[in-house]
């Protein structure tokens, strides 16, 4: 009777010692997949967690979509983080010249200036220059798409980077587009002599000549608009430059080489609406009231808008 018994309480004691390896068992395996669960979702949320680093990184791949979109997140809940709204700003900037769509540039340039004008509150002295350069720059490209005017505050932004000591290539040109935008003739001519010293190209000589006109002096004019026709390779700008100089030869009454430039124009590109107005102008001068208005006729066929003609052609 007592093997009996010993063996039945050795049975019971080896059953309750598999149970209680089971449950500790099962104890070590749910805190060990807790475990590593925890760390799953803690390396996830390290790995998608938005950070002035991660934006960063973006940035230094020139993917400004990322760093607008990372930027977007972040500063819902720290909406003036100084580098944050730098970046973000800068991103939105690129993201604005590179649109075909005008709506979404202006979309994206006022977010630009908006962040970047925040940005500059409390932005380091060494910073500042760069955060007005740009801002410049943002309020330049949205003086081409509107029909208001920001040449002014671009020349505002873009004149004290240049005094606070930021240097880079193309202020002087951005400052004598907006010059001319604001018809600042002067100021613009020497903004754009200015920017020849950096970098000399057909667009600015064309610009330059394009004030000096402006300005009645037209001696000038034609001196940078012969150094184009005898030296570019554009053609475009070639023949932006004859329909400029043929306009100076009417204007001196120099009405054959005017006719030449015309011509010389209309072999290029017979739809030129500019050209057909000129010769119209020419014979206008030459009392043939009949040939006059027959090219600005053409002149209106080309280009129904075209101020000129429509002006001419209603008297």
Same mark, same amino acid.
């Given at each position: 009777?007592?093997?009996?018994?010993?063996?039945?309480?050795?049975?019971?004691?080896?059953?309750?010692?598999?149970?209680?390896?089971?449950?500790?068992?099962?104890?070590?395996?749910?805190?060990?997949?807790?475990?590593?669960?925890?760390?799953?979702?803690?390396?996830?949320?390290?790995?998608?967690k938005?950070?002035?680093?991660?934006?960063?990184?973006?940035?230094?791949?020139?993917?400004?979509?990322?760093?607008?979109?990372?930027?977007?997140?972040?500063?819902?809940?720290?909406?003036?983080?100084?580098?944050?709204?730098?970046?973000?700003?800068?991103?939105?900037?690129?993201?604005?010249?590179?649109?075909?769509?005008?709506?979404?540039?202006q979309? #994206? &340039?006022?977010?630009? !200036? =908006? $962040?970047?004008?925040?940005?500059?509150?409390?932005?380091?002295?060494? @910073? %500042?220059?760069?955060?007005?350069?740009?801002?410049?720059k943002?309020?330049?490209?949205?003086?081409?798409?509107?029909t208001?005017?920001y040449?002014?505050?671009?020349?505002?932004y873009?004149?004290?980077?240049?005094?606070?000591?930021?240097?880079?290539?193309?202020?002087?040109?951005?400052?004598?587009?907006?010059?001319?935008?604001?018809?600042?003739?002067?100021?613009?001519?020497?903004?754009?002599?200015?920017?020849?010293?950096?970098?000399?190209?057909?667009?600015?000589?064309?610009?330059?000549?394009?004030?000096?006109?402006?300005?009645?002096?037209?001696?000038?004019?034609?001196q #940078? &608009?012969?150094?184009? !026709? =005898? $030296?570019?390779?554009?053609d475009?700008?070639?023949?932006?430059?004859? @329909? %400029?100089?043929?306009?100076?030869?009417?204007?001196?009454?120099?009405?054959?080489?005017?006719k030449?430039?015309?011509?010389?124009?209309?072999?290029?590109?017979?739809?030129?609406a500019?050209?057909?107005?000129?010769?119209?102008?020419?014979?206008?001068?030459?009392?043939?009231?009949?040939?006059?208005?027959?090219?600005?006729?053409?002149?209106?066929?080309?280009?129904?808008?075209?101020?000129?003609?429509?002006?001419k052609?209603?008297?």
């Amino acid at each position: 009777m007592k093997n009996k018994s010993e063996q039945k309480n050795f049975a019971k004691k080896k059953n309750h010692f598999f149970r209680n390896l089971l449950i500790v068992s099962g104890i070590l395996l749910f805190v060990a997949g807790t475990v590593t669960l925890g760390i799953f979702l803690v390396r996830n949320y390290n790995k998608n967690k938005i950070t002035i680093k991660t934006i960063k990184q973006a940035w230094v791949q020139n993917d400004y979509k990322d760093v607008y979109e990372q930027g977007k997140i972040f500063l819902q809940s720290k909406p003036y983080n100084n580098t944050v709204l730098t970046y973000y700003g800068y991103a939105c900037f690129y993201l604005a010249v590179s649109q075909i769509d005008t709506y979404q540039t202006q979309e #994206y &340039l006022d977010e630009c !200036i =908006n $962040n970047l004008r925040l940005a500059m509150y409390e932005s380091s002295k060494s @910073l %500042l220059p760069q955060l007005q350069y740009m801002l410049g720059k943002a309020y330049f490209y949205k003086n081409t798409i509107t029909t208001y005017y920001y040449a002014d505050l671009a020349i505002k932004y873009l004149t004290l980077a240049k005094e606070n000591g930021y240097q880079a290539d193309d202020i002087a040109e951005y400052l004598g587009l907006s010059y001319a935008s604001l018809g600042q003739t002067y100021e613009s001519i020497s903004a754009f002599t200015e920017a020849l010293l950096v970098r000399e190209s057909d667009f600015l000589l064309l610009s330059i000549a394009e004030q000096y006109y402006k300005a009645n002096e037209t001696g000038a004019a034609q001196q #940078y &608009l012969f150094r184009i !026709i =005898n $030296n570019s390779s554009n053609d475009e700008i070639i023949l932006k430059s004859r @329909l %400029l100089l043929g306009n100076i030869y009417i204007d001196l009454n120099d009405l054959v080489n005017a006719k030449e430039q015309f011509d010389l124009v209309l072999e290029k590109n017979d739809n030129s609406a500019d050209a057909h107005y000129g010769l119209g102008l020419i014979f206008e001068k030459q009392e043939n009231l009949v040939s006059a208005r027959a090219e600005w006729r053409k002149a209106r066929k080309i280009q129904p808008n075209h101020a000129g003609a429509v002006k001419k052609l209603s008297e």
